[in-house]
């Protein structure tokens, strides 16, 4: 088995059983990255009706129902999402919460944050 496909079974591992001791980053390496507010109208990638009161979030690759924390680096508050979106589609961007999200964090606009899967709705 190479490295990637051993990343790979970790993180399925933890998307099954959904033990947040055994949380991993859902990015590679530890490093903070941005996240947005998401701003949109409409449905999400999954089908459901965008509701800016419910924690959920967008993510590019992690499969829709995935748990996440987001932790805000620059005041230490945690909120946890469900992915249920496709995004941000900007570089260097991690995650798009949702507003009732980006308030539990004390967000006002873009956050260094980090992001780790905790398991599956």
């Known amino acids: 088995m190479n490295k990637s496909a051993i990343w790979i079974a970790v993180r399925t591992a933890v998307l099954v059983t959904g033990l947040a001791s ?3 980053p859902a990015v590679a390496g530890d490093k903070a990255q941005l996240a947005t507010i ?8 999954n089908g459901e009706m965008f509701v800016p009161s419910k924690l959920t979030a967008a993510h590019r690759t992690l499969p829709f129902g995935t748990m996440v ?3 805000n ?3 230490g508050r945690s909120v946890m999402v469900r992915i249920n979106d496709r995004g941000p589609f900007v570089k260097g961007r991690i995650i798009d919460l949702m507003p009732a ?5 004390g967000m006002d606009g873009l956050a260094n944050v980090e992001v780790d899967v905790v398991g599956r709705s």
């Open 69 to 71: 924390r987001v932790t």
């Open 38 to 45: 998401c701003t949109q109208a409409g449905k999400t990638a």
């Open 22 to 24: 055994l949380a991993v």
């Open 73 to 75: 680096h620059s005041n």
């Open 101 to 105: 999200a980006a308030r539990a964090l």
